[in-house]
């Protein structure tokens, strides 16, 4: 009885082993057929809009993008006009015919370069040929009355002649040098060719010629003007402002030029002490060395106002450009530009107030700026 007990134990203990295996196995198969969990991937690091712009000085004067140096002062700190530009007193000369003649030769035509002291034509002139031969008849009294003096001298000193005999012939010498002297410049003056038989029409600057009044064997009458001539690096900027405005701007103020879509530095020359008795305006002459502005061109000035005390900048417009809401501008390099975020406040005449983000001095895009914001775009995607 005790060993039957025995075997039945031994044989549940045995079954209670096998099916423990056998669920060992089950799990494990169903393990191996279950697939793994994925792992988590960590998430891809967004672009991130690049700190600059890489851009050389020709791709920068070949896309148009114009820089302009910025100073502190508020909106009440710039007066804004319009001016034109004019050949200054000593960047233009009008040429006229000395004499009366008629036009042989024409060496220059509109446009064309010329140098100081140049012949631009030539004007064939009976008054010509009697100032050359003025010259020449002074020129030999002078040169007879010298051989007279040379003799009294001679006889002065072997006491042959009285001393009042050498002194006249001294003092008509004097004279008829002085006589040949004057026949000279007149001549030179009148621009009297070295064959005497006409004047030349000289420039007296460096320049082109902007205006050309002249037909070949045209009758000219004496002061009729033929030529003018301009020199694009002598130029000034005229600016017509209110009397009230013209109290504030002093000699010597900081001018930002807006000239054919590029921004080029002046300053203030003088302001007339009067105003114009039609207008009721005064003057403000602008200085503008460098520009190479061309005569009879309109251009945008701001006239910059000292003694405000306000810490803001004032930019043009399309300086600020705009992405995912915020204001930025592009502050210029020494490899191209970079964005910097700004704020703005008020807007006026074209011309908005930076707040802060952007210091005084600092060279900023203006003209085109809207560019720099495409490509600033193009590089994020890229990236």
Known sequence: MQSLQRKNKAFLYGGAGAALIA???????????????????????KSEAPKHLTLTADAIRQAGI???????????????????VVSSPSGQAVMTARTGGTVTRIFKRLGDPVKAGETLALVGSND??????DRRAAAARATLAQQTLAREKSLFDQGITPRADYERAEAEAEAAKADAARAAIAAGN????????GTRVVSPIDGRVTA???????FVQPETELFRVSDSSKTEIQVSVSAMDADRIRPGARVAVDAGGRSVDGR?????????????????????PGANLVPGMGVRVRISVAGHGESAVVVPEEAVQSADG?????VRTAAGFAPRPVVTGRRSAG??????????GSAIATDNAFLLKAELGKSAEED
């Open 23 to 45: 669920a060992a196995l089950l799990g494990f198969g169903i393990a191996k057929m279950t697939p793994a969990a994925p792992r988590p991937q960590p998430e891809a690091p």
């Open 66 to 84: 114009a820089v302009e140096t910025v100073d502190a002062g508020g909106l009440s700190s710039q007066i804004l006009a319009q001016g034109s």
């Open 128 to 133: 010509a040929a009697q100032i050359a031969a």
């Open 190 to 197: 009148a621009g009297v060719t070295a064959d005497g038989r």
């Open 212 to 218: 050309a009044s002249i037909s070949l064997g045209a």
């Open 268 to 288: 203030v020359r003088s302001v007339t002490p009067a105003l114009d008795a039609q207008t009721r305006t005064a003057t403000a002459v602008i200085d503008a």
């Open 326 to 330: 915020k204001d930025m501008v592009f």
């Open 351 to 360: 011309r908005i107030e930076i707040v802060s983000g952007l210091a005084s």
